[in-house]
């Protein structure tokens, strides 16, 4: 059975892909702060996303208080 994994490691800000617990690749470098990522499997497409969060200016005023 494969098994696909992601490491997301703070400590170097890196985000790593793995295969069936072999590593294939660093996907992302420098990776700092407030991060949201996701990832969408399916037959004919696969994607990992990663990103900073989006907020409205008036989310950004509700965490201020």
Known sequence: RMRIGLLL?????????FKSD???TVMATDLSGEYCWAVSM??????????TPQRSDSALASSAD
């Open 9 to 17: 490691d703070f400590d170097t800000g890196s985000l790593t892909l």
């Open 42 to 51: 399916s037959s004919e497409e696969n994607s990992v996303s990663i990103g």
């Open 22 to 24: 072999e590593r294939l």
